[in-house]
C-alpha cells in the first residue's frame, strides 16, 4: 500500500485524506491508462502539501479525484469526518463547498458569456448561501477587494476583457466566496507569465494564512511546488516516489527520481563542504531521458526502473514500499536505507 502520512510537526487531524486511489481510463481495444495506482495522502488544517511530477505522472488526476471529478476507480477520500467516496449526489454536491478546485487555464474556466459579479456569483446561487440578494452587491465587492481587484473597475467586466492573471484572480474569489476548508491548486501558474506567477503564489499563500485554508498545490515547476508547500510529494507514472518537508527538499531528497528533478533546476548551488549540489550529487538517467515508459503498460516492480542508474533485478520483481527513513520522510526505493540516527 502507498501510504502518505501526516508528519509530526503536522500531527494535527487530517482536514483531508485519501486512501489507495486508483484511477483508470479506458484505451481501447480493452486497454487502459493506469493514471493513478494505490496513492494515499493527508492533508492537515492549514498545511500546503505539494505535488511534484513531470506530465504524465497523475498528479492532476490525483487532485481531480480528490473533488470527485472523476470518482477514483477504488479507494476512499476523506474531507474531515465526511467520506465523499459514495456519496450520493445531492449530499456530495452539498460537502463540494468545503472543497474547490482551481484550475490551469483560468480563461477557460470562466464562463465568456457572464460579467464577473454573475461568475461569482455562481457558487453561492448554487450551495444556497447567495439567497441574501440584498447583500450580494457587497460581498461580491468584498471578495473581489481580497483578491487585488477594484470591483468598479472589474465586476461588470466579461472574461476577455481581462487578462490571464486577473482571470486566475477571478476563479481564486469565485471558490474563497464558498468559504471552503481546502483549496485544490490544479497548476494555477503554469498558463502565466512568471511576474504574474509571483503575485498569484502570494496571493494564494497570504490567503490560506488569513482564512486557515488547508491546500493542494499541484506543479511541474520544482521551485514553485518547494516555495509555497509545506510537504512535497513525488510522483511518477501514478505512483508516489517521495514524500519529505519542502525546506529540506534540496538536502534530504534521496530518491532518484527527486534528485533527477532538482537536477534539472538551473545553475544548482554546491556544497561547500562536499562539493555536491544541494540534493547530492545528481543522477543521469539509466535511458535516454525521452525514452519514457506508458502509462498503458507500466514496468513491473519499480516504475522508475527504467530510468534509475541504480536498477536491479529486485526493482523488476518488487515494488518497493514507500516507508519511513527519517520522522516525515517516506521513500519508495530498494536502495534507500532508514536514518536511525538522523538528528
Known amino acids: 500500500m502507498t501510504t502518505t502520512r501526516t508528519t509530526g510537526r503536522d500531527a494535527r487531524p487530517p482536514a483531508l485524506s485519501a486512501r489507495n486511489l486508483v484511477v483508470e481510463f479506458p484505451a481501447g481495444r480493452g486497454r487502459k491508462v493506469h493514471a493513478v495506482s494505490g496513492v494515499s495522502l493527508d492533508v492537515a488544517e492549514g498545511e500546503t502539501l505539494g505535488i511534484l511530477g513531470e506530465s504524465g505522472c497523475g498528479k492532476s488526476t490525483v487532485g481531480r479525484s480528490l473533488i470527485q471529478l472523476p470518482p477514483p476507480d477504488s479507494g476512499t477520500v476523506r474531507l474531515a ?107 494555477p501558474v503554469s498558463s502565466l507569465d512568471v511576474s504574474v506567477q509571483a503575485q498569484i503564489l502570494n496571493l494564494l499563500e497570504a490567503t490560506k494564512r488569513r482564512r486557515g485554508l488547508s491546500m493542494v498545490f499541484i506543479a511541474h515547476d520544482v521551485s514553485v511546488v518547494k516555495n509555497i508547500s509545506d510537504r512535497v510529494m513525488v510522483m511518477y507514472l501514478g505512483k508516489v516516489c517521495e514524500v519529505l518537508p519542502s525546506d529540506g527538499m534540496h538536502h534530504e531528497a534521496v530518491h532518484p527520481y527527486t534528485r533527477l528533478l532538482l537536477a534539472s533546476l538551473p545553475e544548482p548551488r554546491r556544497s561547500p563542504d562536499t562539493g555536491l549540489s544541494d540534493g547530492g550529487e545528481p543522477l543521469a538517467p539509466a535511458g535516454p531521458a525521452a525514452d519514457l515508459p506508458s502509462p498503458l503498460n507500466p514496468p513491473s516492480g519499480c516504475r522508475f526502473r527504467t530510468r534509475c542508474p541504480l536498477a536491479t533485478a529486485q526493482c523488476s520483481d518488487e515494488e518497493p514500499p514507500l516507508r519511513d527513513i527519517r520522522p516525515g520522510h517516506l521513500v519508495a526505493c530498494h536502495h534507500v536505507e532508514p536514518r536511525r540516527n538522523h538528528p
Do not use: F
Open 81 to 187: 469526518d465526511v467520506t465523499l467516496t459514495g456519496l450520493a449526489p445531492e449530499e456530495l454536491r452539498r460537502a463540494r463547498a468545503r472543497i474547490q478546485i482551481i484550475m490551469q487555464d483560468p480563461i477557460a474556466a470562466l464562463n465568456p458569456r457572464r460579467r464577473v459579479k454573475d461568475l461569482l456569483w455562481e457558487g453561492p446561487s448554487i450551495w444556497g448561501s447567495g439567497d441574501d440578494t440584498h447583500g450580494k452587491d457587497a460581498r461580491i465587492d468584498e471578495a473581489l477587494r481580497d483578491i487585488g481587484l477594484d470591483p468598479a473597475t472589474v465586476r461588470d467586466r466579461r472574461p476577455h476583457e481581462l487578462s490571464g492573471g486577473q482571470c486566475q484572480r477571478v476563479c481564486i474569489a469565485r471558490a474563497l466566496l464558498l468559504d471552503p476548508a481546502v483549496l485544490i491548486c490544479d497548476e
